[in-house]
């Protein structure tokens, strides 16, 4: 048999709500909550009690637990699937970034190789430019004929 003491850190772990642990001194179950330790079946008739109308249960106040209850467990089950979206969305965060950093490197990497075009045809087209003059000139000392 597992330690009692280990018995509850295991379950609060696993986020179980009830565990088997020591025996209950007044009715000898070993059913308790995890939250606080009490015997699961004491605290049943605890509230039965605490809701009693002469001798009786108030099936009103009773079922209003029980419906409080149920509605703590759905939040609850809301709020663990809201931290596993938010898990995931940080996971898909992460990756974008990390997409978003690639990219960013290959466009530098194009914009850089466009300047050097552009460089390239400026040089060239100054060099034409150069060229042109060059031919104005000689053919303007040459004369028409002499082409």
Known sequence: MINPSTAKRLAKRRGVVRYHGKPCK??????????NSSCVH????????????????NKDQFSEVETL????????RELFHT??????LREEN??????????KGKLQ?????????KDTMQSAMNQSDEWTSA?????????????
């Open 26 to 35: 007044k009715c000898s179950n070993t059913e308790r909550y995890t939250a």
């Open 42 to 57: 004491c605290n049943l008739a605890a509230v039965k009690k605490r809701y009693a109308v002469g001798g009786k249960v």
């Open 69 to 76: 209850k149920r509605r703590l467990k759905d939040l609850n």
């Open 83 to 88: 931290r596993n979206l938010a898990e995931n």
């Open 94 to 103: 992460k990756q974008l970034t990390e997409m978003n950093q690639r990219y």
């Open 109 to 117: 990497e194009q914009q850089d190789h466009i300047a050097a075009l």
């Open 135 to 147: 031919y104005k000139i000689l053919s303007a000392g040459l004369g028409e004929g002499d082409l």
